[in-house]
């Protein structure tokens, strides 16, 4: 069964602001916790673009693969995790002074860490507001 999560933070910053910083796929060790981002496929920009996520230190981590499923700056990006380890989808959306984040994965475990995770979320959010902002 997939493991919902969804979470929300306020923000002032302009939405055009936040989706820029979003998608810009080398800056995601900014924001997001120990990971890496690159494009592998496409030009990140669009539909169809391929994301490749490494979060971990070194070697130990794991590889999070993803499909660009909507594109529409300047609020919503989605993708599909095509992982071993993850799978599902993804979705931010910005608007209304605010930004979301939600996924519907397959989680090793995935009830279990359900409360760590969208603890995780939200302060990755700040994280992104703060690198946004700055």
Do not use: C, N, Q, Y
């Not at 933070?9 to 800056?27: C, I, K, Q, S």
């Not at 900014?30 to 030009?43: C, I, K, Q, S, Y």
């Not at 673009?49 to 794991?62: D, H, I, M, P, Q």
């Not at 300047?74 to 931010?92: D, K, S, W, Y």
């Amino acid at each position: 069964m997939p493991t919902r999560l969804a979470v929300a933070v306020e923000t002032d910053l302009p939405p055009a602001r936040l989706f820029e910083v979003l998608t810009d796929w080398p800056r995601h060790p900014e924001w997001m916790f120990l990971t890496t981002a690159r494009v592998v496929a496409g030009d990140g920009r669009g539909v169809g673009s391929e994301l490749a996520a490494f979060t971990g230190v070194g070697r130990l981590g794991f590889l999070d693969t993803m499909t660009v499923t909507r594109w529409e700056p300047p609020a919503v990006v989605a993708v599909a995790h095509t992982g071993r380890l993850v799978r599902g989808v993804g979705i931010f959306r910005i608007g209304g002074g605010r930004l979301i984040w939600a996924e519907e994965l397959s989680l090793p475990l995935g009830s279990l860490v359900r409360p760590a995770a969208k603890l995780f979320m939200r302060w990755t959010l700040r994280r992104l507001v703060r690198a946004a902002s700055g």
